[in-house]
């Protein structure tokens, strides 16, 4: 048997592109005439090239596959089917190259749920762009995202743009705070029902394919306790430190107490810059002097001073928090309040750790944790 370029083609056209659910050929996606030659022994070699739009593609193995199988089911069973990959996009850099014009990454965590850990680093990035800084917010609670609504920004839809020769994810800006959450990409009605690896795969391409730019701070909103995402988070960036946000009541500051301990873990080694009391007490309107501790007093000094690490701001509980935050105006936008200087109060106290902490200590290493 005769082989000819044109037959590879058509067992080609056999073969569907779940990306486009058109063929190889309908989708542009052959780069080249397939090149077909006859050994000596009388055997052929096929080479194909393929084009897909990046190097991610999550159709790219099961595609070459499907192409591979075609050709040899049209063609020949003995033919040796060599099939190379091109990108239109440049490949995503290398983990530990990834944003290289990002300064300094704060990880906002909590040891558990309902302390307010989203409403102080939505609250945090603002002040700090009030401050001057250049900041990014990457809401990396791919479960339970609230930046969108924080931000009022529920109906956005990033868009793509081409940064030298790669794709990449516009972030949202508002308030003078780039902003990413897979909350612009999912509906607010639906649950995310996803296992690990995809929500994983999700955060990481937030982080690296997207167009973050220049930033003195990317605050990252984790998500409460420790689970995988903290490990992709810390196998992806090299984090500059950690801020814990804790109640002052006793089961929230057990919590904190492990969150503490994954980031001192020697093989992570995340510096903690320090502790934030959130609810510290709650302040009527009407009685703006009078503090009533409903959660136990100083429990986040206690236990700053018990790890050796900073207490960086003590948030009072106050309803126009709270309000704030689900009309997407977040308190620290307004130095006139007493929770808005105490967010800004934050910021310059987040400065002041960080910059110590680069000059007294060697930059923080990418976790290899298996």
Excluded at 202 to 208: D, G, H, P, T
Aim: hydrophobic fraction near 45%.
């Amino acid at each position: 048997m005769t082989l000819y370029p044109q037959m590879i083609m058509d067992a080609l056209q056999t073969v569907t592109y779940a990306g486009t659910k058109k063929n190889l050929v309908e989708s542009g996606m052959v780069a080249d005439q397939p090149a077909v030659a006859q050994r000596e022994d009388g055997s052929w070699k096929v080479s194909v090239v393929l084009e897909f739009q990046r190097d991610t593609d999550p159709f790219l193995k099961s595609t070459v596959k499907a192409a591979e199988a075609a050709i040899k089911y049209h063609c020949g069973r003995d033919i040796e089917v060599e099939i190379q990959t091109e990108f239109k996009s440049k490949p995503r850099p290398e983990v530990g190259k990834l944003l290289p014009q990002v300064k300094n990454v704060i990880a906002v965590s909590s040891g558990k749920g309902g302390v307010g850990k989203s409403t102080v680093a939505a609250n945090l990035a603002i002040a700090l762009a009030r401050l001057g800084y250049s900041v990014g917010l990457l809401d990396a609670d791919i479960f339970g995202p609230s930046v969108p609504k924080m931000f009022c920004v529920e109906d956005a839809r990033p868009y793509a743009v081409n940064v030298d020769g790669r794709d990449l994810i516009e972030p949202i800006e508002k308030y003078g705070v780039k902003l990413l959450s897979i909350g612009f990409f999912v509906s607010p009605e639906t649950a995310t029902l996803w296992r690990g690896g995809m929500a994983s795969n999700a955060l990481k391409q937030l982080i690296a394919d997207a167009d973050w730019g220049a930033l003195d701070y990317l605050i990252l909103d984790t998500p409460p306790g420790t689970s995988d995402i903290h490990l992709t988070l810390l196998q992806t960036l090299a984090i500059t430190g950690a801020v814990i946000v804790s109640t002052p009541q006793q089961v929230a500051l057990a919590d904190a107490r492990k969150g503490i301990d994954m980031y001192r873990n020697e093989k992570v080694n995340v510096p903690i810059l320090g502790l934030i009391e959130n609810m510290a007490w709650f302040t009527p309107a009407e009685l703006p002097q009078n503090r009533y501790y409903l959660f136990g007093q100083e429990g986040c000094k206690q236990l700053a001073e018990e790890m050796d690490v900073p207490l960086l701001a003590q948030i009072p509980l106050v309803q126009g928090i709270c309000e704030s935050g689900d009309a997407g105006e977040p308190a620290a936008l307004s130095s006139e309040t007493m929770t808005g200087l105490a967010f800004i109060n934050l910021a310059q106290a987040v400065v002041t750790v960080v910059n110590r902490r680069n000059r007294e200590l060697p930059k923080t290493e990418i976790v290899g944790v298996k």
